[in-house]
C-alpha cells in the first residue's frame, strides 16, 4: 500500500524560545481555527473526531500545568512540556475505506500505548497532495493528542526524550544523549510497524532507492543562503531594469525637446536666410552692401529685417544705398540740430 509516516512533538504553553512549539498553535491548526490555516486552501471546520474532545483536552492541558510537580517539588514553567501531539500520514492511493478501516486499528494501538493520557483524536481530509501522480487527491491524516497525570513527566511518553534524559541522568556526553534519542525513535518506529503498520499493509520506510538524501544542517544553512542570495540578485536586477527604463524615457523626452528646439531654429535661420533673399533681391542691395551688413544680418530677426523694409518704402528710396544716404542725412541733421541748441 505505502510506507508508514509517523511523528511525535512536545507542546508548551510558551512555546519555547522562538514560540514555534505552543499549544495554542497546536490546537489552532488541529481544529482548524481562524489564522492557523493559511497553508490550507480550502480548511474544512468540520475535523473528523474519533476519540475524546477539544474541551477535555484543553481541561487536562490546564490541570497539568496546574497540579504538576517535579520530584523536587517545583511547579511547571512557563515553557514546561505540557502536550504530546502525534500525526500519521497516510500515503498516496489510499481510499477512503482504508482509511476508516485503518482508523480503527489505529485507535485501538494509540488507547493501548497512551491509556488514560491518551485525550483526542481526530482526522484531516482537507489538504490534499501538491504534487506527483496523486496531485488533488486526498492526503489523509490522523492527529492524536496526549497529555500525562499529574504525577507523570511528560518525557515518560515521548520515547526519544525519555532515551535522552536517561543518558543525560547516567552522565553521557551531548552526543551520546542525541544518539540515544535517535535509537529510541527508530525503535518506535519499529513497534508501529510492527504492532499496526503490518495490519495496514504498510512499509518500514520508503525504498532505498526513493529516498530523498538527508541534508545536515550546515548543507540547509548553504541552500537556504544560495536560495536568498537568488532572490536579492532578482529583486536587484528588477529594480536596476526599472531604474534603466526611467533613465531611458527621461533621456528621450530630453531628446524630443532638443529636437524640437532644434527644428525651431532650423525654421528660423531659414526664414531669416528668405527674408533676406528677397530684401537684396527687392531693394537692390549690392553683394558688397550684404558683405558689410553680414554680422548685423546674423543677428537680425525676420520682424527686424521687415521693420526696415518697411522704412525703405516709407522714406521712398529706390534702393538700400539711397535709403542710407536719406538715414544719414536725418542722423547728420539731428546732430546739427544738437548743436545749434
Known sequence: MGYQFAHIYTYSGSGGKEGKFKVSGCLGEAFRDEGYTKHIEKPDKNVGLLYGDREALEKSIKDYQKDFRDPRGHKLRKDGKCLLAGVFSWPPGTTKDDF????????SWLLKEYGASLRCVLTHEDEPFQRGSHKDTPHYHTHFFAVPEASQDIKELHQGLKAKKEARTAGRGILEQD?????AMGDWQDKIHRELGVQLGFERARPEALREKRLSRREQKIIEKAEENARQIEVSAKEAEAQSVSVLQT???????VE??????????KT???????????MGITPKEVAELKTKYDKWTPADLEQTARYMRQ??????????KIMENKKEQQQNRGIKR
Request: no cysteine.
Open 100 to 107: 476508516v478501516t485503518g482508523n480503527v486499528y489505529l485507535k
Open 179 to 183: 544518539k540515544a534519542y535517535k535509537w
Open 272 to 282: 531669416l536666410k528668405e527674408i533676406a533673399a528677397d530684401f537684396e533681391r527687392v
Open 260 to 269: 524640437k528646439r532644434e527644428a525651431a531654429i532650423t525654421a528660423r535661420e
Open 315 to 324: 522714406s521712398g528710396a529706390a534702393n538700400y544705398g539711397e535709403y542710407r
Open 251 to 257: 533621456a528621450e523626452m530630453r531628446l524630443a525637446v
